[in-house]
Nanobody, 120 residues
Framework: VQLQAYGGGLVQAGDSLRLSCVAS????????VGWFRQAPGKERTIVAA?????YYADSVKGRFTISRDNSRNTVYLQMNSLKPEDTAVYYC?????????????????WGQGTQVTVSS
């Protein structure tokens, strides 16, 4: 099983980015998938999750959208109106249980992370 996250980069405040998480060795449609982020010196926290529903951290509600394309075995995180405080390494993760998962220790597989840097 492998998850590959990509799409990060250096952008200015107010810009948009779309992160992608591609899975191999598992069928994403049967998994809950989450996006987490970790800023320097801080703990890794959940940003958004998707199962049959969606979940967003308060800090990203209304700006970020998580979605999945089962035909591509891919989960996306569309990030709009980016702020400097969104700067972090973003990770995707998959959990075998098809229900909401918020805590990182409830996820079974992790991608390698992609850096998002938002300049002011």
């Amino acid at each position: 099983v492998q998850l590959q996250a990509y799409g990060g980069g250096l952008v200015q405040a107010g810009d948009s980015l779309r992160l992608s998480c591609v899975a191999s060795g598992l069928t994403f449609s049967s998994y809950a998938v989450g996006w987490f982020r970790q800023a320097p010196g801080k703990e890794r926290t959940i940003v958004a999750a998707i199962w049959w529903g969606t979940y967003y951290a308060d800090s990203v509600k209304g700006r970020f959208t998580i979605s999945r394309d089962n035909s591509r075995n891919t989960v996306y995180l569309q990030m709009n109106s980016l702020k400097p405080e969104d700067t972090a390494v973003y990770y995707c993760a998959a959990a075998r249980s098809y229900e909401l998962r918020i805590k990182e220790n409830t996820y079974d597989y992790w991608g390698q992370g992609t850096q998002v840097t938002v300049s002011s």
